[in-house]
């Protein structure tokens, strides 16, 4: 299946999207440059990053990259300032950057999870704190990745799932708490998406299946892509009447 991108739909626009090198990450970098925008292109991992920007040479937009670790609030604050500073204000931020681990609760370490939940929620929290003056300034938005994981329980993924409960709360809450200032904030809610964070998943050796089956979409995995595409359209003007939304796109996941 081909997703035809729409041309010129962030023409003058400026976004900011973290975890840019995978993923769905990297698929709404190269969608919204695709579609004009100049893109401020963050992730920790500086080789990713770099590939990143290289598969962007010769888009509409122009993507600036800068390895940030999002767990850090400095760093947040710096990276959104030098991405206004680089390109002249804030259209879109794109809270993507994600980990993710399957694990038996009494197994995980205080460590462990102080680093899943300062990248997951700690992460998107100061990216928004970051980057919504600048936003209130263009009448941007936020979209942030969520996951069905933050809407309904997963045996073995009890951080991962509290973390990403934290991420629709957040979406939510902001919704409200600006619904009458020019902000639209939303979420996206994947299922299973075909990344690298679903490849690296493991297990529990004694993992019951038949409670891991209970999260297994009746459809294929998604690609990268396929959230790419929801992210640019929630992001753009067409969506000018979506706010407060935590939207699936889980392949059939959460239907009941
Ligand atoms: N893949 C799935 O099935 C799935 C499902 C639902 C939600 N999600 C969410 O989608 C988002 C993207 O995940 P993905 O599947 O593309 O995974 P991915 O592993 O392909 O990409 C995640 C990116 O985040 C970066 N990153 C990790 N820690 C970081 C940090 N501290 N600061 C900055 N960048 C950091 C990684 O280097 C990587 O490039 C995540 O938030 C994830 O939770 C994924």
Same mark, same amino acid.
């Given at each position: 299946?081909?997703?035809?991108?729409?041309?010129?739909?962030?023409?003058?626009?400026?976004?900011?999207?973290t975890?840019?090198?995978?993923?769905?990450?990297?698929?709404?970098?190269?969608r919204?440059?695709?579609?004009?925008?100049?893109?401020?292109?963050?992730?920790?991992?500086?080789?990713?990053?770099?590939?990143?920007?290289?598969?962007?040479?010769?888009?509409?937009?122009?993507?600036?990259?800068?390895?940030?670790?999002? @767990? @850090?609030?400095?760093?947040?604050?710096?990276?959104?300032?030098?991405?206004?500073?680089?390109?002249?204000?804030?259209?879109?931020?794109?809270?993507?950057?994600?980990?993710?681990?399957?694990?038996?609760?009494?197994?995980?370490t205080?460590?462990?999870?102080?680093? %899943?939940?300062?990248?997951?929620t700690?992460?998107?929290?100061?990216?928004?704190?970051?980057?919504?003056?600048?936003?209130?300034?263009?009448?941007?938005n936020?979209?942030?990745?969520?996951?069905?994981?933050?809407?309904?329980?997963?045996?073995?993924?009890v951080?991962?799932? %509290?973390?990403?409960? *934290?991420?629709?709360?957040?979406?939510?809450?902001?919704?409200?708490e600006?619904?009458?200032?020019?902000?639209?904030?939303?979420?996206?809610?994947?299922?299973?998406?075909?990344?690298?964070?679903?490849?690296?998943?493991q %297990?529990?050796?004694?993992?019951?299946?038949?409670?891991?089956?209970?999260?297994?979409?009746?459809?294929?995995?998604?690609?990268p892509?396929?959230?790419?595409? %929801?992210?640019?359209?929630?992001? @753009?003007?067409?969506a000018?009447?979506?706010?407060?939304?935590?939207?699936?796109?889980?392949?059939?996941?959460? *239907?009941?």
């Open positions: 299946m081909s997703i035809t991108h729409v041309s010129g739909r962030f023409d003058g626009k400026t976004a900011v999207v975890g840019a090198g995978s993923g769905v990450g990297r698929a709404t970098t190269l919204l440059a695709a579609e004009g925008a100049n893109v401020f292109a963050l992730d920790i991992a500086a080789d990713a990053l770099a590939e990143t920007a290289t598969l962007a040479e010769g888009l509409a937009g122009k993507v600036s990259t800068r390895v940030t670790d999002v @767990s @850090s609030r400095d760093e947040c604050f710096a990276a959104v300032a030098e991405a206004v500073a680089e390109f002249g204000g804030l259209d879109v931020l794109g809270n993507v950057a994600g980990i993710a681990r399957a694990e038996h609760i009494l197994d995980v205080e460590a462990q999870y102080r680093r %899943m939940m300062g990248v997951n700690d992460g998107y929290f100061f990216m928004c704190q970051a980057a919504i003056p600048h936003l209130l300034e263009r009448s941007g936020i979209v942030n990745i969520a996951s069905n994981a933050g809407v309904t329980g997963q045996a073995y993924g951080v991962y799932t %509290m973390s990403k409960g *934290a991420v629709v709360q957040l979406t939510r809450s902001l919704a409200w600006f619904a009458k200032k020019p902000l639209r904030v939303n979420a996206i809610a994947p299922g299973m998406v075909d990344t690298a964070l679903v490849a690296n998943y %297990m529990p050796s004694d993992v019951d299946w038949d409670l891991v089956g209970r999260v297994m979409a009746p459809r294929p995995a998604a690609q892509e396929d959230i790419a595409s %929801m992210f640019a359209y929630v992001a @753009s003007a067409e000018h009447n979506v706010h407060g939304a935590i939207l699936a796109n889980d392949s059939g996941l959460t *239907a009941g």
